[in-house]
């Protein structure tokens, strides 16, 4: 059987964990470490009730993420943003931030064509080999976590999910530095009363890392579906979808890896019709490249950037009830509007507030805004660069500048717009602000 060297190379490790760092200076670090520590302390004296096997494994996960680092633990040097919306305190764990797994209790199953291989065992398991109508289901029941490692998977199926988790408490998907590529080519069947529609398709947690390049692809589904929260912290992901490329329930919570996504639908989707207190999306330390013919981003909640360099093409480049950007390079390319909040669930008023973070947004021909507010607008950093022949900036509550540059068309201006107020025949009409 194929197998991984267990060979870590720590330079490469900690580059791997460097995208999750944000820009957090050595205290701050001590900080994240001691909340994530703390946080899967409590996991596993939580899971410790649930049964001596359940223990057990608990001690293997937190051994196998110390024995990997050497002398110093890799883990999130990530704490919380005192000016953010959502909590990051405890948002990743030290595996979630693990690149390189121990592979020492590994067991390995080689792909076969026609064949569901049924993981019942909490475990870390490489996946490798090539084959047709090869699933891998992992249902171990709520207490158990179970590690997925792609090591040169490459697998096309025709209706139903390579990777299936109907049963976990988390699992995790690690690339290795062997490429995989997952396909669906036909129309998804369901298990049951289950609408597996995605190529990866999860009913609980999922963690997506590691140090290769995972390739997927869907012709007639999603990309990938987790019905509870998804967090991305490594990894190279190419993502083609017919519909969603990633569409989740509860969160998406991302901070490293390169994420490339062409999606039919949304890129990234966030929303749960039965709790409008979920369906948030958060990005840090992240490259990310979407073109989507509906939103690049779309999160019912809250959309929070707190770093990384994202370009975001499409309708509507991130849409959410409340948009925060605290940092980040963005480029926002929007057939509608390039940034919009609506109230899309009762989360909160509709509010776009900026703080940080160099964006560029520019809006085609029509009924479009550079940045449109259902609700309010606040300012209070960052550089703003609009290029729209129709509509900077359009809101129905309030405008607030408290700091920050904005360039509307080359120029920059001391205050937010008035918005703009089409007259007959569609032209601008007082207070528009489409510079002549």
């Not at 870590?8 to 900080?31: E, P, R, V, W, Y």
């Not at 697998?155 to 396909?183: H, M, Q, R, W």
């Not at 062409?262 to 979920?278: F, L, M, P, R, V």
């Amino acid at each position: 059987m194929k197998k991984i060297s267990a060979i870590i190379l720590t330079a490469f490790i900690i580059c791997s964990l460097a995208a999750c760092s944000g820009q957090k200076d050595q205290a701050s670090s001590q900080s994240g470490a001691s909340s994530s520590s703390a946080s899967d302390t409590a996991d596993t004296s939580a899971e410790s009730t649930e049964g001596t096997e359940s223990q057990d494994a608990s001690q293997q996960e937190s051994s196998a993420a110390e024995s990997s680092v050497s002398a110093e633990k890799v883990v999130a040097e990530f704490s919380s943003s005192s000016s953010g919306k959502l909590s990051t305190t405890d948002l990743f764990t030290e595996r979630d931030l693990l690149q390189t797994p121990d592979l020492s209790k590994a067991t390995t199953i080689t792909a076969s064509d026609n064949k569901t291989e049924t993981i019942t065992a909490e475990g870390t398991y490489i996946i490798t080999g090539t084959a047709s109508n090869f699933t891998v289901k992992v249902g171990t029941g709520k207490n158990y976590k179970v590690q997925l490692v792609l090591d040169g998977l490459n697998v096309t199926n025709e209706s139903t999910p390579v990777i299936y988790i109907a049963a976990a408490d988390k699992c995790f998907v690690t690339t290795s530095g062997n490429e995989s590529s997952l396909s669906v080519t036909g129309e998804f069947t369901n298990d049951g009363d289950t609408k597996t529609d995605a190529v990866i398709y999860s009913k609980d947690d999922l963690v997506l890392n590691g140090t290769g390049t995972l390739t997927i692809n869907s012709a007639q589904g999603n990309g990938i579906s987790a019905k509870d929260d998804l967090k991305i912290t490594g990894g190279t992901y190419n993502i083609t979808s017919a519909e969603e490329c990633i569409e989740v329930k509860d969160s998406v919570s991302v901070c490293g890896g390169t994420i490339n996504l062409q999606a039919t639908k949304d890129g990234i989707q966030c929303k749960n019709k039965d709790d409008e207190t979920k369906g948030s999306v958060y990005i840090t330390g992240a490259d990310i490249t979407i073109n989507a013919s509906n939103d690049a981003i779309q999160a019912a909640t809250v959309c929070q950037i707190d770093g990384g360099k994202l370009v975001l093409n499409g309708k509507e480049g991130i849409e959410a009830t409340y948009v925060q950007i605290n940092d980040g390079e963005i480029t926002i390319t929007g057939a509608d509007d390039g940034i919009n909040a609506g109230q899309k669930t009762n989360y909160s008023t509709p509010t776009i507030e900026i703080n940080g973070g160099t964006i560029k947004v520019t809006v085609g021909e029509g009924d479009t805004d550079a940045i449109d507010s259902n609700g309010d607008i606040i300012v209070n950093g960052g550089t703003i660069d609009i290029t729209s022949t129709v509509s900077s900036f359009d809101y129905d509550g309030t405008a607030t500048y408290n700091g920050g540059t904005i360039i509307i068309n080359g120029e920059q201006v001391d205050s937010i717009p008035e918005p703009a107020m089409m007259g007959p025949g569609g032209g601008m009409g007082p207070g528009g602000n489409a510079p002549g």
